[in-house]
Structure formats: C-alpha cells, structure tokens
C-alpha cells in the first residue's frame, strides 16, 4: 500500500519509535523492572512495580534493541533479570503480579501478566538475548501446567499464589494478549502449537462471540464461558474490567486476526472478514459519536457510549488495525481512517513538552485521569510507530528481525 510507504510518513514514524523509547528508559527502577510514570514521566514511588508494565517494557526494549537503540540492549537485561528474579515465584511456579521493595505486595497470579511474560521472553530472545530462553521455557510450562484450558481452548483468567484456588471469572482481555505472546512463541521457538492454540482462541471469540453480540464482543464470563453482560456495571471505568463492549479491544482482535492470518494460522477467509466486521463495529460505535473527535472507550450492547474519555492505546490500536486491513485488503477507507487517526494522535495525545502520549484525555480532548493516572508504559505507542512499516506476519519482533537481516 503506497500510504504506508511514504518515506515522509516512515520517517515521522521512525523518530516517534525513538522518542517514545527514550521515554520509557526513565521508567528503569532501581530495585528491578520497570515503574509506574507518571504525566511528567517520573517514576511513581508510592506505586509497587507491576509485572505487566515490566513485561510489556522488556518487549519494547527487545523491539527497540532490534531497530538499533543504543541503550534498550542494557534495559532488556535489566527486565530479563527482574522477570527471573524479584518476580518469579520459585516455590510455586508462576510470576507475582506486583512487588514493592520488601518483596511481593500482590501474590496473585494473573494470566494478563504472565502473557506479557511470554511475549518479552519471546521478543528478547528473538532479539538475541540467551538468558530469555529458560525464561520463556518456564513461562510456557506455566500455560501449559496452569493456564491454559484444553476443554475450552481459552486461558484462565487468576490463580491464587499457591495455584490450588482458580479465579471464577473468565475474561477475553488475558486471551487476547495471549494470542499476541503465542504468535511471539511460535516465532521464537519455532513450535506450531503455540500458533494453534492461538488461533483455538481467536476461532471461538470471532466465529462464536462476536457475531452473537453484533460484533461488540462481551469481554466478561463464568466459569463455563457465558457471558455475564451486566458485570461491573457499577465500575463502569475500571481499567481492566470496565463495563460493556470496550472499543479499543475490537481494534487489537481485528489486527491480530490479520497477523495471525498472515503468519500461517489459517488459509480460509473468515479471520480476514471477521476482522474487518470488528474494525467496522468499533469505527461505528466508538469513533467521534458524542460530538467530539476521538474514540470513547466502553460502550453499551446498543452501541451507546458509556465512558466518553479517550484512551491512547485505542487510537495506537486503531491505526495498527487500519494498516494490516489496508495491507490485507487495497481497500481505500483503511487508508482514510489511518491518516485521520494519526492526525488526531498527533494533535492531541503527542505530549511534545514531556514526553510520550497522553493516556487519557476528556471528552473536550483535555488530558484526564479519570481511567489511567500518568503514563504507565509505552507499549500500544511504540507498536503503532511499528505495525505500519512491517510485514503483517506473526510476531512485531520477528518481522523486525527478518528486516534488520535482510
């Protein structure tokens, strides 16, 4: 697609990755892994250090390492390190999902986390990092002992410390990202199982679910898989389990979809067609339909919006989207969307005076913090500086390696 090759467009693209990157590295904590930022892009002290934000920052390093950063090869040793040390529970298995410098301060082991395991073991082994590999071999142990359900083909959602007491509830948020880190998997260990279960997964949301629901996907379920439509309708802006359809994950599944696709899961059409129908529900649903530009963040199960503040990772998500189902499609309309997102992006989520993006904004497009406080990673940003000037195939990593080779 020549809206994606724009030497102009790569370069803007080139230095945002920079940028962004160079952002990310004041998030290096002292005690191991990588803190909480706040909007000024200090490290938020009083926050115990998240796995997911050090997993997520041990990816990005690996991708900037592979697109030549100078410091992310010692920031990828610094996540390797707090992953196989401060964070892994040896006694038990798994990974504790926060810790504070007197130890573990949430003992809970979530699969959202571990799947960001997964995905900066894969990443940084990929990028040439030896020590990633016992690392990603415990963490697959981990799905494949803990987490992963064969008799549903999804991933549970949370086990307690000790593994002996499962979580009830069911979410689609931890199997997304698992599909992302199986992909990631499967690239840098050259198993196809990993592949396979990742599209188990995608089949059962975009075949069963999502047309069920008029391709706003329900995100929350029991212990058999049902859907529990009205969960936290009273925390409606809870940042991991808000109430409703959540816009930004109709984004994310359609790009996945299309990468899954392109590496190799399926050769029949329904990931592509599947893709572009979340695409299309998550454009009519979310995208300036309260008056103001900018993607809401939840709606109702009528298309209604219900958390009007706009979140940068669904714009990230969005354009990442737009540019795999262009690539995928020739279709114009992918190439209008991509450029009216980045424009908005560029307007109003660039913080040029401290560094980043916004990850809230307002409604009126002021930055908030009614979701998110600060600027907790760069994950969804750096990748959407990457989506567009690569290969839609399998894992970002593994198509920057394929480029850096070439």
Known sequence: MAWLLEEVERDWLAEEAKRLLAFGARSRHPDGGFGWLDAEGEIAEARPVQLWITARMTHCFALGELIGD???????????????????????????????????????????????????????LVAGHASAAPLLEDALDCFEQRLWSEEHGMVVDA?????????????????????????????????????????????RVLREYAPEWQWRLPEHFDTAWRPLPEYNRDRAADPFRPYGATVGHGLEWARLAI???????????????????LFDRAVADGWTVDGAPGFVYTTDWHGRPVVRQRMHWVAAEGTAAAAALGRRTGEARFATAYRSWWDHIREHFVDHAHGSWHHELDSHLRPSATVWEGKPDIYHALQATLVPRLP???????????????
């Open 392 to 406: 839609s195939t399998g894992s970002i990593a593994a198509a920057l390696r394929r480029e850096r080779d070439a």
């Open 259 to 277: 990468n899954l696709e392109d590496s190799g899961g399926s050769s029949a059409d329904w990931l592509a067609d599947g893709a572009a129908r």
């Open 70 to 124: 100078h410091r992310s090869h010692a920031l990828v040793e610094h996540g390797l390190a707090s992953l196989a040390g401060r964070f892994q529970d040896r006694d038990h298995g798994g990974w504790y999902a926060a810790c504070d410098s007197d130890g573990p301060s949430s003992r809970v082991k979530e699969t959202y986390g571990h799947s960001f395991v997964v995905l900066a073991a894969s990443s940084a």
């Open 159 to 203: 086990w307690d410390e000790g593994f002996t007491v499962l979580d009830p509830y069911r979410g689609l948020n931890a199997n997304m990202h698992t599909v992302e880190a199986f992909l990631a998997a499967s690239d840098a260990t050259g198993d196809p199982r990993w592949r396979e279960r990742a599209l188990r997964i995608t089949s």
